[in-house]
């Protein structure tokens, strides 16, 4: 499948998912935000390290099961701190690379991903990716 039709197909099954989740009368929890100043960058490693590092690297270079987030691919404008709660919580079918799909991380509360998250963005920044 070219990535045209494969990225056509990935935004029909985004809008269905919503369509069914709100007329299933499910609610559907909003997206937290943790401002910067409130992040823990420090509980961000070390949960980075025990649920992401396995896929993702250490300091998020990226391994043979998962993507860099040291990349373009998920900057700021690119990839939102939603898109990563959203994959956290529900998993993700990969858009940008040859991975398989990443499951849904069991375990951790809203809090400690936007840790997580604000982890990650400090390793971009320090990266030069803005």
Known sequence: MNKSRRLSTVASLAVASVIVTACSGTSVAPLPSTPAGEADLEAGRVLF??????????????????????????????????????????????????????????GLEDDEIGDIVAYVRSLQEAAGIR
Do not use: K
């Open 49 to 106: 390290e025990a649920n992401c590092a396995q896929c993702h690297g250490q300091e998020a270079q990226g391994t043979d099961q998962g993507p860099p987030f040291l990349h373009q691919y998920y900057r700021p404008g690119h990839h939102s701190d939603a898109a990563f709660y959203l994959a956290v919580r529900n998993g993700v079918v990969p858009h940008h690379w040859d991975f398989g799909p990443m499951p849904a991380i069991p």
